[in-house]
């Protein structure tokens, strides 16, 4: 497990670019935290220190938003207005699961019982204008990210 503090959104930010230079083809990675607490931020991160270029936008209602990069497909989810699990099967979730592909789901509560189970859960928590942020792998695929991610 990793623990970190983070200050502001810069610093949230490299700490996405961070997961993604740690992250490895096919992970699930699960972002966790109260609405506002900098999930969305993370990912804009992540998806930039891959190679994104463009607007990095929250799929808050689009629920999806695929970004084809040189590191492979990257899905970020947002699943906060997801109202039945199935509906993941509709929007092409078998698809995204590929061996290159990685998946950074936000609110993956909103998909249990049919979204994978996570590689690395990343939980961001409210600690007044600064967040308190917990990386824990929970396979070993996750455990070789986390370990990478301290370094």
């Avoid at 990793?2 to 699930?28: E, N, T």
């Avoid at 989810?77 to 699990?85: H, I």
Wanted: charged share 20%; glycine share 10%; aromatic share 6%.
């Amino acid at each position: 497990m990793v623990l970190l503090s983070v200050r502001d959104d810069m610093a949230m930010r490299a700490l996405g670019a961070r997961l993604a230079g740690a992250c490895l083809p096919g992970a699930i990675i699960y972002l966790v935290g109260e609405l506002g607490a900098g999930k969305s931020t993370l990912a804009r991160g992540f998806l930039r220190a891959l190679g994104h270029e463009g607007s990095v936008r929250s799929p808050t209602y689009t629920l999806v938003e695929p970004y084809e990069l040189p590191a492979g497909q990257i899905y970020h989810l947002d699943l906060y207005r997801l109202a039945d699990p199935e509906e993941l099967e509709f929007l092409g979730l078998r698809d995204w699961l590929t061996d290159n592909a990685i998946l950074l789901v936000e609110w993956p509560q909103r998909g249990a019982g049919v979204l994978p189970a996570a590689d690395v859960i990343v939980t961001i928590a409210y600690d007044g204008t600064a967040r308190h942020v917990t990386v824990m792998a929970v396979s070993e695929k996750g455990r070789q990210i986390a370990v990478a991610l301290a370094e």
